[in-house]
């Protein structure tokens, strides 16, 4: 695939992004953040989502690559996530630049963002990454560890747990991806429940490009989008 120009990217986006706000509004049963999945659009498509078309909720799972565009990215009423697998040693690069962090699997990783975010004065939004079928290549928490998991989190003091992300096994079949976000929709619910009854605006992350339709259906209340909005993208095949 040849590298898109940017003036491809932003027809792409004025064009997309009208038509995913219609899908989502027939879909959704609450309503629904739309975070475009950034990773490989150059920084001017973003801005002009941004001061053009509304958007403001953007997601990077690279850490250098969110700190070679932090400085360029329109940031004035726009969120910053963070979505992609976080080593515990990266935390304290983006700890001040973003602000949720979607992918929060273990008490390693959570005591760095609590010492990180103390040594800033901040309290970070997390959400902890379910590993809804027990994949051993994937990271996340299994479903049964949830609640020990959210009460971990919720003891440090410079965390707050919003809720949840997951991502269903690449390959499985519509129908076994709506069975995998019905599960973590339960999940959620319980946890909400339990643990989150005093927080505003509980999270439940689950849905791509691919999937997205099927996850609102399910409970879904951020779907994180980048080839239904930008077009579909090669990506580099590096973990951070």
């Known amino acids: 695939m040849s590298e898109r120009s940017l003036n491809e990217y932003i027809a792409l986006v ?14 959704a049963k609450s309503e629904v953040t739309l975070l475009a999945a950034t990773k490989t659009v150059p920084v001017e498509a973003i801005n002009y989502a941004v001061d053009h078309l509304g958007l403001t909720d953007i997601g990077e799972n690279r850490v250098q690559e969110l700190l070679e565009k932090y400085d360029r990215l329109h940031r004035e009423g726009v969120r910053i996530h963070f979505i992609g697998r976080l080593q515990t040693n990266k935390v304290k690069y983006i700890i001040d630049k973003v602000s949720l962090i979607h992918s929060v699997d273990s008490d390693r990783l959570a005591a760095e963002i609590d010492r990180q975010a103390k040594k800033r004065g901040l309290v970070m939004d997390v959400l902890a990454e379910i590993n809804i079928a027990g994949e051993e290549s994937k990271g996340g928490i ?6 020990d998991f959210f009460d971990l989190l919720a003891a440090y003091p410079h965390i707050r747990p919003r809720g949840l992300m997951a991502i269903p096994p690449a390959g499985a079949s519509r129908e076994e991806t709506r069975n995998y976000f019905a599960q973590t929709y339960q999940i959620f619910i319980d946890i909400r429940q339990k643990k989150l009854h005093n927080i505003d605006g509980c999270i439940l992350s689950m849905g791509m490009s691919d999937s997205y339709v099927e996850a609102l259906e399910c409970g879904s209340n951020l779907v994180r989008l980048g080839s239904a909005l930008f077009g579909a993208r090669n990506y580099p095949q590096k973990n951070e």
């Open 14 to 27: 004025k064009e997309n992004l009208p038509r995913v706000r219609a899908e989502i509004a027939r879909h």
């Open 142 to 147: 299994l479903p049964g560890e949830a609640e």
